[in-house]
């Protein structure tokens, strides 16, 4: 919890530094550690305009949780922006009990070169669930997926839509994929080892 602002924020390797962790939203570290290291003046307004969007972004596509964004710059005059999404709690819909989804996105965004920069975006999902009810009992299901997407935009519009455009399109097929994989996978497994009740009465022989 930023205690200027507040507001929670999300503990990680890209923004620790020994044992403090800064915050972005003030741009302070917890415990307080006095030479921190801290991104550039450019590199900070960058990273608070994105921390304002982020969080619009999260409260639309994840009613809640909670959001953090930490950009730094990179040895080859370019830098990397860590997009960070966490959402825990109990379903409101359907069965499930509990579950958590951990959103990673790291964009390492090469120099400026005739209007145009390369953008290499490395996501990762961590999920996990838990439902339970009289028919099919306590089910736990949990496991992580990532994707890469690399791509030369231009910048005319800035840095910050052509990340948030990336990022977007990413979740939109890291969604799909655990869709697929990890919930179709296990429902035709489940319905194989354990088929529903109108599945056994059609393989009931007529009395």
Request: hydrophobic share 30%; aromatic share 10%; glycine share 8%.
């Amino acid at each position: 919890m930023d205690k200027e602002s507040m507001k929670e924020y999300i503990l990680c390797e890209y923004n620790r530094d020994a044992d403090s962790y800064r915050s972005p939203w003030s741009n302070k570290y917890e415990p307080p550690l006095e030479d921190g290291t801290v991104p550039s003046e450019e590199m900070r307004n960058l990273e608070i305009e994105a921390n304002e969007v982020f969080s619009v972004y999260r409260d639309q596509y994840y009613e809640g949780g909670i959001s953090s964004v930490y950009i730094w710059e990179d040895e080859d005059e370019g830098f990397i922006a860590c997009f960070l999404i966490k959402k825990d709690g109990q379903g409101k819909r359907g069965y499930m009990q509990i579950g958590s989804w951990d959103a990673i996105h790291v964009i390492q965004v090469g120099p400026e070169e005739e209007g145009a920069a390369h953008y290499c975006l490395n996501s990762t999902v961590m999920l996990s669930l838990t439902t339970d009810n009289k028919q099919s009992g306590t089910f736990n299901l949990s496991g992580s997926i990532r994707r890469q997407m690399s791509m030369t935009l231009a910048v005319a519009d800035g840095h910050l839509v052509n990340m948030g455009k990336m990022i977007e399109e990413m979740e939109g097929k890291l969604r799909n994929s655990l869709d697929q994989v990890y919930f179709g996978k296990t429902r035709e497994m489940v319905c194989t080892l354990r088929p529903p009740p109108e599945v056994l009465n059609m393989r009931l022989p007529d009395s």
